[in-house]
């Protein structure tokens, strides 16, 4: 079966750290792009970072996570990591990770080949 899924979710204190994974089964996730969107109840779809094919020597975040967001890939594991420090309450959302063969674009949230369920991301104290 073709599926992205995420989980590493939780609650957690502001100033604490979480590690999202994306998993993919059914397709070799290390030939596409992979983003990390994230949604917060009556509002849009919010990119927020994106690694490249292959080796994933090309990343980018939006501003309000650069320093504290780490997007990464294990393609032993089919598995691209999303590692989250110093988490503020502004980063309470669901997150998605989506994956495409030909882009990844944080201020576009359609037209990709998979998307994930979605793990839920609480920081609060």
């Known amino acids: 079966q073709v599926q992205l899924v995420e989980s590493g979710g939780g609650l957690v204190q502001p100033g604490g750290s979480l590690r999202l994974s994306c998993a993919a089964s059914g397709f070799n996730l290390d030939n596409y792009f992979v983003g990390w969107f994230r949604q917060v109840p009556g509002k849009e779809r919010e990119g927020v970072s994106c690694?490249?094919?292959?080796?994933?020597?090309?990343?980018y975040y939006i501003d309000s996570v650069k320093g504290r967001f780490t997007i990464a890939r294990d393609n032993a594991k089919n598995t691209v990591y999303l590692q989250m420090n110093n988490l503020k309450p502004e980063d309470t959302a669901v997150y998605y990770c989506?994956?495409?063969?030909?882009?990844?674009?944080?201020?576009?949230?359609?037209?990709?080949?998979?998307w994930g369920q979605g793990t839920r991301v609480i920081v609060s104290s």
């Open positions: 989506s994956a495409d063969r030909n882009y990844c674009d944080v201020g576009d949230d359609s037209g990709y080949d998979y």
């Open positions: 690694i490249s094919t292959s080796d994933g020597s090309t990343t």
